[in-house]
């Protein structure tokens, strides 16, 4: 597409809390189309956050959502190619993206974890990215600190 930018597609609020942000989450949890599956086991997931962090000021919706503002990156590496070297120059990253990479490195690293069930792992995964550890957090610490590193490269941005 040369001349315009697609449109924005809208997302509805999910049937349980109303909330966009979930859907979007949902909508990458999904495996083969399979939504309600996905939300079931989203849903699932926070009742078992719920039941393990007996937190009584925080729903298990804002622990989900702190969990996500803990693993999202505020900037990555892109590489670059100057002359005939390859640089790997940091870049902020952009808000819309940034929900998407903390959104798929969650899932990923839920997956990843060994398990009964999807909404167990999730759980899991959740609960460690809201304490701060876990294999999400990792990744976003990571490339945090590549990022640190080439610093010195940052007037390649493009």
Same mark, same amino acid.
């Not at 509805?12 to 599956?37: A, C, I």
């Given at each position: ?5 697609? $449109? &924005? ?20 949890? =999904?495996?083969?189309?399979?939504? !309600? ?6 849903? $699932? ?6 039941? $393990? ?25 892109? !590489? ?10 940091? =870049?902020?990253?952009?808000?819309? #993206? ?15 974890? !060994?398990?009964? !069930? =999807?909404?167990? &792992?999730?759980? *899991?995964?959740?609960?460690? *990215?809201? $304490? ?12 945090? #600190?590549? *990022?640190?590193?080439?610093? *010195?490269?940052?007037?390649? #941005?493009?």
């Amino acid at each position: 597409m040369r001349k315009s930018k697609p $449109k &924005k597609q809208i997302l509805l609020p999910d049937p349980k809390f109303g909330d966009v942000s979930v859907t979007r989450f949902v909508n990458d949890l =999904m495996l083969n189309g399979k939504k !309600s599956k996905a939300f079931k086991t989203f849903y $699932k997931a926070l009742d078992l956050v719920d039941q $393990k962090i007996n937190e009584n000021d925080l729903t298990p919706l804002e622990i989900w959502k702190k969990a996500l503002e803990n693993i999202t990156p505020g900037v990555e590496v892109k !590489s670059r190619r100057v002359g005939g070297a390859t640089f790997q120059v940091p =870049m902020e990253v952009r808000p819309e #993206r940034k929900i998407s990479i903390g959104n798929k490195n969650l899932i990923e690293f839920a997956r990843k974890r !060994s398990g009964r !069930s =999807m909404s167990e &792992k999730l759980a *899991a995964e959740i609960i460690a *990215a809201y $304490k701060e550890e876990g294999g999400a957090f990792k990744k976003k610490e990571d490339t945090h #600190r590549m *990022a640190e590193a080439n610093r *010195a490269f940052a007037y390649f #941005r493009f």
